[in-house]
């Protein structure tokens, strides 16, 4: 497509209910990345995905925390049993491997509010 | 510990007047250094890279310089508009196999009419 497709755009859930995210790249894009902006923060890495695979899981912050990508395209960010402190913007971000001159490109979104 | 410092306090400035944005680094031996727009609501829109041995990049009205001696960058943006009001990030690429990009938490300009 385009630019990044995140999906929903919002998303109000119960505390202990399971969500996913999901995350379109721009096609052709290897590189695929997951950040959360808490109100007022910056950017915490997430997770990276270079094709299928995820050599950089560092940021997820528990093991709630889960995401796959199927067919070097589509990504999906699964957080289970969700907790207020989970609330905040998630955005998804591709590019092309390597990266060097064009930085990467970023989804609107998905804004999370966990009541 | 690695940290990205970008003023917190917002930055108001007359249209017409170069704005001025500092980035400073500790700890980091970045390869590339990034910065992007965000508009509320919406995800951050890549702007300019620059290299750790390039001292200077310029696109249209905007220019970034990169002193890796002060361990810091610098974004100007030259006859402001009110269009350029947005919260500005700075970001660090550190050279280890693939592109992991840290963020700064970003400044906020203001451009009055």
């Known amino acids: 497509g385009a630019g990044v497709s995140q999906s929903p755009s919002n998303k109000v859930t119960e505390k202990g209910k399971d969500v996913e995210l999901r995350c379109d790249p721009i096609?052709?894009?290897?590189?695929l990345y997951w950040y959360r902006q808490s109100l007022g923060q910056g950017l915490e890495f997430l997770i990276y995905?270079?094709?299928?695979?995820?050599?950089?899981k560092s940021g997820l912050p528990s093991d709630r925390f889960s995401a796959e990508r199927t067919g070097g395209s589509v990504s999906t960010l699964t957080i289970q049993r969700t907790q207020q402190e989970d609330s905040a913007v998630y955005l998804c971000?591709?590019?092309?491997?390597?990266?060097?001159?064009?930085?990467?490109?970023f989804g609107s979104g998905t804004r999370l509010t966990v009541v | 510990s690695q940290k990205i410092e970008q003023n917190s306090e917002a930055l108001n400035i007359q249209e017409g007047k170069t704005a001025t944005l500092t980035c400073n680094y500790t700890?980091?031996?970045?390869?590339?250094l990034q910065w992007y727009r965000q508009d509320p609501g919406r995800g951050p829109v890549f702007l300019l890279l620059?290299?750790?041995?390039?001292k200077e990049k310029r696109k249209e009205r905007l220019k970034v310089t990169f002193d890796t001696t002060l361990k810091q960058s610098l974004f100007h943006i030259t006859a402001s508009q009110p269009a350029d009001s947005a919260t500005y990030l700075c970001a660090l690429e550190v050279s280890g196999g693939y592109q992991k990009v840290t963020f700064g938490t970003g400044t906020k300009l203001q451009v009055i009419p």
């Open positions: 620059i290299r750790e041995n390039e």
């Open positions: 995905f270079q094709g299928n695979s995820a050599p950089d």
């Open positions: 700890n980091y031996s970045p390869a590339y």
């Open positions: 971000a591709s590019s092309p491997s390597p990266a060097e001159a064009g930085g990467y490109t």
């Open positions: 096609s052709g894009h290897t590189a």
